[in-house]
Structures are given as structure tokens and as C-alpha cells.
């Protein structure tokens, strides 16, 4: 028998079992990527799981009649507390099947006259008692009407029980169910996770609630708002060890911990020792930042952080015990790159935020999930900067944020921040909401008043409105005025200035050169104005056509004047403006031309990211060998520059985003041919594969030197990879090799790595939908993953589609080159054969990758000839 985990009131347990997984059911909001198992038992390429081989039935829409046939629970009913014992298996039964048993007991007030109980259930087999799913007591002086009867609604995963009376409000009831549920491997609710260790094969039971799955491991109010206490217990073996939310007493090995006060810090992994050391000595500080940014102490006594065979989130945000991907907390000084190492302190700080913003304040319902992950994507990088203050991480927004938000923000089927209660209803579109948009868009919050008030309970976002307001009393318009422009618009402003008449449209933070600049800001000869200075505001910026060839005679004679931010911004915006046909592709095209004496991470990388684009969009065109000549031109400086400041890449840069930019003048160097470079790959990879318990490459290098070897070489460096993949102890390493055999462009071997993905013996489940978008980043794979996609549709929209908002990535992945006629009608046809189907979490990433396609195809037909001409002439 296990131990009894108490979490206080109001608090939703997310929880995990190491070896023997236990449960969450308040779901803290977080990067969590959900799947589901498949209904359909077929091979991953019978004909029965073909998308294409079942023709569409006639669609009826569904209107809801019943109190059941809605996605949102009725407001009659109130959870207050849950008895919850659960029994997982970690041996298969007679079936070959892993399963758990358990009971539930939920208390619950009825606050609305009613003669329902609806609960969520979903997958779970229920015992009948006399006849119904669950019993029904009354608690105090409550009279218990008997149950009529009770059935399971598939649709909408309710259990519901039809009473011969009514509820009465006030009153107190005890409902009780006994379930049986498939321990299975789809990363969804209680589920199982593999490994090997010496050997032999170890199996753990974990769980994943968000956002829809605490439902599939116990009949459970699986909303946010429904918070409640929790009283678990975990039957298990003796040599087993059972983890939770609440603080656990027994002890248990391959753990490193230390006392922050009286906050008891774990750190657990299944794998190598010593690949936690990291993750802890950045917790503690992290965590006191945030006490003292928050004004709030840390609600509870310890906190729990373990890294995950089988997990398809980056982490979850579980009160108390954090789950992780094992590449997002594992770090091996020896083994892992730079970027490793950011990826574990910025994941962690994110996760930690959440422990005030989401889980001691948890959002009403999805529709505001930006209340939660906007502002811990923003003070991840506050709490990261705390812990490794010499990264100056901070700047770093701008690339990973602000400009990756701007780019999805500017499309026609973006979404406000705060959308309509009505708008987001069932698991697929609540899963849609993890997005770019969600993450990214917020920037800065009010944390105190707001966190005090509303500690323990469920907020809306206008209840930050009214806090905000508190603290800005002299403002001239309301918060709520101000701020409801933002978040339930979308898109964003286009400043335009004219330093012709110097008229400015609102004030905004300017940066000028000129000696005799007037109050009306009208500048003449050589003097410049920059606007949005070091990209303070959600807005871009557009200029008269003079002031914008003076910033570029800056750029190219001084561009350490203006900052390093605002050198990326530039880029950024004139690429983006002439997209949207505000300025001409070339002027955008203009901004590069500096570069060749840029040495800087941001500006180089900024300028990359849109410059990718052009590759995107013509690397299948004549237009691309002149566009890799000018590469070649731009890139071959930073090349050499690195190559000097490393003693002939012996040496690591010191400075952080140096480290970075090496990554980048490496890659692109190689790509575009400068002369030496991939010499210098293969020589590096085949001193590994002579020797391969000894590899010369450096961390930093390896995910562009191991995809460079590989797209070089043939099958024997492929198989190489494979080796050292299916060996790899680190997480991280076995990541980077994964993504390199993707860049082989063998198209066989491309197709065989395809089929891996449909064999979790060769590709876990939690990688296979980002291995295809690796292939589909390949020039030659593209075609190959979308043939592979559309043709079995239907098995991977089972697998992986219903409520994972991380499938949405997929569609996203395997269309960015569409740009053809062709190609758009291609999934025009692929979204009409399959609406039987169905597209989940990706709906909405359809309609963006048709809406991209049909933009792809007027800017190329628009620019091509242009671009030609301008590559041409500035490649000599």
C-alpha cells in the first residue's frame, strides 16, 4: 500500500509516479503536447487506417440538445474534495496489456437545483453498481435520490447519471466509481514510459493531464476552474517508489537534492548520474527570484523535477513535481552544447513561473490560457537572466519572441490573445490555443496585487485589468480601454514616419542623429531618426524612403551606432514590410548588405531567419544559385573571423551569443559553398567514425557538423549515425543525431528513415511527428514526408491528432515551400478528402498553410524576377 498525498484546497494535483505514476487533475497550464492512442488496432499501413481509402461520409452539423451533448460542464455542481487510490500495472497481463485499477470518491455541492450528475470519463472502463457506473450518498442531513439510470457519452467523454429526483442546492453528495484503464503508451493521462537500464527493460507510470486527460485516468470535473483537494493513494511494490504534488517522506535512489529555507529541491532522472547537477544549481536561484519578483513566498515545501523517457510536452508545470522531456533538464558539462544548457535554465524558469502564475492563479477556463503562458514565456527569460546573468539573455527576446510572434500575428487566421468562451469548447480547439500567439504576445505584467488576491482561485483577464489599474492611476485612459485593444485585436500597428515633415502619428521612443533636429523631428542631409527604440513596443516601423536610405548608409558605414537590437529589428521589419508590399523586396534585400562586416549573434541571426525564406521559396528555381553566391559573399567573413578568434577552431568563443554565431557561420559557410568548410566537416566526422569512443567535434558544433557529414556523405555515414543514435546516453546527443539523418539526401534512405517513424522501437512516439518535419526540411525529403503524411493520414491523425497541440507543428513543418499552383491545390484536395477524418489541434495550422501557399505563390510570381536581378548584380 502506498502513501496518502494531502494537497491543500483549491489546489489541482498534476502528478507523477516514478515507477509507479500517480495522478493531476487541476490542470496547471503549461508547453504540455498531448496524444491519443488509436482506436483503430491496424498496422500503420493497412488500407483501414488509409485516409485516402475511405471516401467522406455526408456531413450534418451537430446541434446540441442536451445538457450532455455540450463540451462544457453544466453549473450546477461543485467538486470539493476527491478520495482517489489508484493500481498500476507494470507487468503486461494475460492480453499482453498494461493496465490500472482504482476508485474515486468525489464530494461535491450542488449549487444549482438539478436532477444530472455529469462528470468527464473518458477510456475508462466502469464498474455498474446495481445496475448504474458509480453510487451516489448524501453527506450531513442530504436526502440521496436514487440513480434512474447512467450511460457513457463518447462525444463529449462524459459519465451520466440521470437521478429520480433533484439535487438539493447547499447539499453535500459523495460520488463513487471503480475504474479499469489502459496503462498505455500514448502519452496521455496515466500512462506508461520505457527504458533500458543494464539491459533490462524498466517500466514507469507517469501521467500527462493537460489539457483534457485527467478525465482518462479517473472520472473527474476536468475543468480549470473546478479546483478541489486531493487525498491519493498509490498501490505499488515495495520496490517501487510512488511521486506527487505533496511532500513525500520515504526515500528513493538516483536523486540529487538541497534545501532552499525550508523548500526541499529534487532533481530525478532514470538515466546517467550527474546529468542533474546543472538543473539543481539553477532551481534554487531561480526560484528565490521569483519569490522576490512575485512579492509571494513559494506555496509549498518542496519541489519535485524529473526528466522523462516518453513525454511529447517540452515540460509540465505540475504543482510541486515538474515532468520534463529529458532534453529539457538533463546537461552533461562534457557532452552538451551551449544551447543545451540555455534550453535546461530557460524550460526550468518557465515551469517555475508557473508555479505562482497558473498554478496558485489558474485562469478561468482556455480561452485566456495567455494568462498563463504569455507571462511565463516573459519572465522565463527575468528568472534565466538571474541564474546566468553573463548570457544576457534578455536580448534574446526579440529573436524568440517578438519577431516570431510578428510573423504568425500578421496573418489573416491569427487570433486575438483573449478569445470567446464560446470559441474554444472541445480538446482540439482548447489544444489550438498553445500557440504562438498564447506564448509570445505578452511582454510585461503586474504580479503582486494580482497573485495575493487571487491566490487559490481562477481569475479572468479583466480581473488583471482591475490590478493593473491599481497601480496606474495618473494613466489617462483606463486599463481596461488601453489594454482591451491588445488582447482581443489581433495583429499588430505599422508606424509610418516621414522625417519630411516630421509628423509623428503617436508618441513612440525615438533614437536621432542630428545636431539641429527641431520639435517637429524634420531631418535633412545626413541626419537619421530610428523609431522604437531597442523594440520597446509591439509595433513596426516604417519610414520615408530618404530616412531609410540614410539608416542604410549608416548600416553600412557605422552600424555600431545603433544597437544591437534595433540592428535586428531593421532587418526584420523591412523584410516583413515588404512582404505585405509597404516598401519594395529590394530595399528589404539592402539591409543584408552590411552584414559582411557584422560580427554580432542577433542581427546575423534575425537576418538568416528571413533569409531563409528566399531559400525556402526558390531553392528548386534558377534564382537559388545566385542567391548562394551572395551567401557565400556575406557569410565568408563571419567564416574566417571565427575561424581566427578559435585558433583554427580549437578554441570556444567566450562571449554566449558568440558561441551561437559560430553555429551559424559554420552551417551557412558549408551550405554555400566557401571554400574549406566542408573539408573541414567531413574530416571531423570520419576522425569519429575511426574512432567512435572519441569524438572531436565540440558540443556546439556537432548538430551542424553532424547534418553537414551526413547530407555529404552516403549511406555508410547515415548508418553511423543510426549506431551512435541507438547508443547515445544523452538525451540531447541522441536529439542532435536524430535531426541530422534527416538532412541525407538519398531518397531512399529518406523513405526508410519515414517508415522508422511508424516503429516505436526505432523512434519513441514522442519524436515521430517532429522527425517528419526534420525530413520535410530536406529539399529532397519535402516531397517524400508530404507523399509519406497524406498517405496515411488517417493512422497519424489517430495517433497523434486529436488533442495534441503540438501536431499543428506537422502541417506547419511539411508546407513551408509550398509555393506552386500545384502544391496549393494539392492541399486544397488533401483537406477535402480527409474532413471525415479530420485535422484536430492542426485546423487551424490547415487553413494558415493554405493561406501561406496562396501568399508564397503572388510573392514569388511578384518577385522573382526581381530578386534574380538583385542576387545577380550583388553576388559579383
Avoid at 493593473?468 to 508606424?495: A, C, D, E, R, Y
Avoid at 529589428?569 to 512582404?579: E, G, H, M, V, Y
Avoid at 531553392?619 to 573571423?641: C, M, N, S, W
Avoid at 477535402?832 to 487551424?844: D, I, K, P, Y
Wanted: charged share 20%; glycine share 4%; with cysteine.
Amino acid at each position: 500500500m502506498g502513501k496518502v498525498y494531502y494537497v491543500s484546497k483549491n489546489v489541482g494535483l498534476g502528478m507523477l509516479v516514478l515507477a509507479v505514476a500517480a495522478l493531476a487533475t487541476i490542470i496547471a497550464l503549461s508547453i504540455a503536447y498531448d496524444k491519443e492512442r488509436a482506436k483503430n488496432r491496424g498496422k500503420p499501413g493497412d488500407e483501414a487506417t488509409d485516409s485516402t481509402s475511405m471516401p467522406p461520409p455526408p456531413t450534418t452539423p451537430f446541434i446540441p440538445k442536451e445538457p450532455w451533448d455540450h463540451y462544457r460542464l453544466p453549473d450546477s455542481l461543485v467538486p470539493l474534495s476527491y478520495n482517489v487510490t489508484l493500481w498500476p500495472r507494470l507487468e503486461p497481463d494475460a492480453r499482453g496489456m498494461f493496465v490500472f485499477t482504482g476508485h474515486s470518491a468525489v464530494v461535491f455541492r450542488c449549487v444549482k437545483e438539478t436532477d444530472l450528475i455529469i462528470i468527464h470519463s473518458n477510456k475508462l472502463n466502469l464498474t455498474t453498481f446495481y445496475g448504474h457506473h458509480a453510487k451516489l450518498t448524501g453527506l450531513g442531513k442530504a436526502t440521496v435520490p436514487t440513480i434512474q439510470k447512467s450511460w457513457l457519452v463518447v462525444k463529449t467523454e462524459y459519465l451520466v447519471l440521470q437521478l429520480h429526483s433533484r439535487l438539493a442546492v447547499g447539499s453535500l453528495y459523495l460520488l463513487y466509481t471503480e475504474f479499469l484503464g489502459e496503462l498505455a503508451d500514448d502519452l496521455q493521462g496515466f500512462y506508461r514510459s520505457e527504458y533500458i537500464e543494464d539491459g533490462v527493460k524498466k517500466v514507469v507510470a507517469t501521467s500527462q493531464m493537460q489539457a483534457t486527460y485527467a478525465r482518462k485516468t479517473f472520472p473527474c470535473f476536468d475543468e480549470p476552474a473546478m479546483k478541489a483537494v486531493f487525498n491519493v493513494i498509490i498501490i505499488h511494490d515495495r520496490a517501487t517508489v510512488a511521486l506527487s504534488n505533496g511532500r513525500d517522506i520515504g526515500s528513493f535512489e538516483k536523486y540529487i537534492n538541497s534545501f532552499l529555507s525550508n523548500i526541499l529541491l529534487y532533481i530525478l532522472i532514470l538515466c546517467e548520474t550527474g546529468q542533474g547537477d546543472y538543473a539543481l544549481s539553477v532551481t534554487g536561484p531561480i526560484l528565490q527570484f521569483y519569490e522576490h519578483y512575485y512579492n509571494a513566498t513559494y506555496p509549498l515545501s518542496k519541489s519535485d523535477q524529473i526528466a522523462l523517457p516518453d513525454f511529447n510536452a517540452g515540460a509540465m508545470e505540475n504543482w510541486g513535481l515538474i515532468t520534463y522531456r529529458e532534453t529539457a533538464l538533463l546537461y552533461d558539462p562534457m557532452l552538451s552544447s551551449t544551447g543545451n544548457k540555455e534550453r535546461v535554465t530557460t524550460v526550468i524558469s518557465h515551469e517555475l513561473a508557473h508555479m505562482w502564475f497558473g498554478n496558485l492563479v489558474t485562469l478561468q477556463w482556455w480561452n485566456d490560457l495567455w494568462l498563463n503562458e504569455g507571462f511565463a514565456s516573459y519572465v522565463e527569460y527575468l528568472g534565466a537572466d538571474y541564474a546566468e546573468p553573463t548570457w544576457n539573455i534578455k536580448d534574446q527576446i526579440i529573436l524568440s519572441d517578438v519577431h516570431k510572434v510578428f510573423a504568425v500575428d500578421a496573418l489573416a487566421s491569427s487570433h486575438p490573445l483573449s478569445r470567446r468562451e464560446e470559441e474554444v469548447n472541445n480538446p482540439a480547439e482548447i489544444s489550438e490555443m498553445f500557440n504562438t500567439i498564447s506564448y509570445s504576445k505578452v511582454r510585461s505584467s503586474d504580479r503582486i496585487s494580482y497573485l495575493n488576491t487571487f491566490a487559490f482561485n481562477n481569475t479572468v483577464y479583466t480581473d488583471l485589468w482591475d490590478h493593473l489599474q491599481k497601480v496606474s492611476m495618473h494613466i489617462p485612459h483606463t486599463v481596461h480601454n488601453i489594454m482591451n485593444h491588445w488582447t482581443l485585436q489581433m495583429g499588430f500597428p505599422v508606424v509610418t514616419i516621414d522625417t519630411r515633415t516630421g509628423i509623428l502619428p503617436y508618441p513612440i521612443s525615438l533614437q536621432y542623429f542630428s545636431p539641429d533636429i527641431n520639435s517637429q523631428m524634420r531631418v535633412s542631409g545626413e541626419d537619421w531618426v530610428l523609431a522604437n527604440t531597442n523594440v520597446s513596443g509591439y509595433f513596426r516601423v516604417n519610414y520615408d524612403l530618404y530616412n531609410w536610405d540614410r539608416l542604410l548608409s549608416l548600416l553600412s558605414t557605422n552600424h555600431q551606432a545603433l544597437s544591437i537590437i534595433n540592428r535586428a529589428q531593421i532587418i526584420d521589419d523591412t523584410f516583413n514590410l515588404a512582404r505585405a508590399k509597404i516598401i519594395s523586396t529590394t530595399l528589404a534585400l539592402r539591409t543584408t548588405k552590411y552584414l559582411s562586416k557584422e560580427r554580432d549573434y542577433i542581427p546575423w541571426d534575425s537576418a538568416l531567419r528571413n533569409l531563409d525564406y528566399y531559400i525556402l521559396m526558390f531553392d528548386r528555381t534558377e534564382v537559388y544559385g545566385a542567391l548562394q553566391a551572395y551567401l557565400k559573399k556575406q557569410i565568408q567573413p563571419l567564416f574566417e573571423h571565427f575561424k581566427t578568434i578559435t585558433a583554427n577552431w580549437t578554441k570556444v568563443p567566450t562571449k554566449h551569443t558568440d558561441q551561437y554565431n559560430q553555429i551559424n557561420a559554420v552551417g551557412y559557410a558549408c551550405g554555400m559553398g566557401v571554400e574549406g568548410c566542408r573539408e573541414l566537416i567531413k574530416s571531423w566526422y570520419r576522425q569519429w567514425m575511426e574512432n567512435p569512443h572519441h569524438n572531436p567535434i565540440h558540443p556546439n558544433l556537432k548538430s551542424t557538423v553532424y547534418c553537414s557529414a551526413i547530407a555529404f556523405g552516403g549511406v555508410e555515414e547515415w548508418d553511423f549515425a543510426w549506431r551512435m543514435f541507438k547508443n547515445a546516453t544523452l538525451a540531447s546527443e541522441a536529439s542532435r543525431l536524430r535531426a541530422a539523418m534527416s538532412c541525407t539526401k538519398a531518397p531512399w534512405l529518406l523513405n526508410r528513415y519515414l517508415e522508422y517513424t511508424l516503429d516505436p522501437t526505432k523512434i519513441r512516439k514522442q519524436d515521430a511527428t517532429s522527425t517528419i518535419q526534420y525530413v520535410a526540411r530536406n529539399i529532397v525529403g519535402m516531397p517524400l514526408a508530404w507523399n509519406f503524411v497524406r498517405a496515411r493520414w488517417g493512422y497519424i491523425f489517430q495517433q497523434y491528432g486529436k488533442g495534441s497541440f503540438s501536431f499543428s507543428n506537422l502541417i506547419n513543418g511539411i508546407t513551408k515551400r509550398f509555393s506552386s499552383e500545384f502544391e496549393l491545390q494539392e492541399l486544397k484536395k488533401f483537406k477535402e478528402e480527409n474532413l471525415h477524418v479530420g485535422f484536430g489541434s492542426a485546423t487551424l495550422a490547415l487553413e494558415q498553410a493554405i493561406e501561406k501557399t496562396t501568399a508564397n505563390i503572388k510573392w514569388v510570381t511578384e518577385n522573382k524576377a526581381h530578386v534574380l536581378k538583385w542576387f545577380t548584380e550583388e553576388s559579383k
